[in-house]
């Protein structure tokens, strides 16, 4: 398993589909993960340091977290199958929950 870190969102052409980069942090690979163009969207307003007037989706899930007193170690994307990644959360105390890649950045 390699440790990666998300490089940005890339749009790729001509067909304009969006694509969450990945990177090794210590390694040259690179993982393109295509994603929703409204995903792609939360992922780059919060890379971007914007914060909109309501919370989106990925806000609640970070607040509902951090009220039960949980905290999220890590994310994994563990398969890959006909061209569609899975991923899980991993939180403290070992606790699993599946999740899209794209959800959980």
């Known amino acids: 398993m390699s440790e990666m ?3 940005g969102v890339r749009v790729e052409l001509p067909a304009n589909q969006p694509i ?3 990177r090794e942090t210590e390694g ?6 295509w994603i929703g163009s409204v995903e792609a969207t939360a992922i780059a307003l919060e890379q971007q340091g914007v914060r909109p007037a309501r919370p989106l989706t990925h806000d609640l899930l970070k607040d509902v977290i951090a009220a039960l007193g949980r905290e999220l170690e890590q994310v994994r994307i563990t398969d890959l199958r006909e061209g569609t990644f899975f991923a899980e959360l991993v939180f403290d105390g070992d606790i699993r929950v599946s999740a899209r890649p794209s959800d959980s950045v």
Do not use: D, K, S
């Open 28 to 33: 040259e690979r690179y993982l393109p993960i």
């Open 20 to 22: 969450l980069l990945l």
């Open 5 to 7: 870190r998300v490089v």
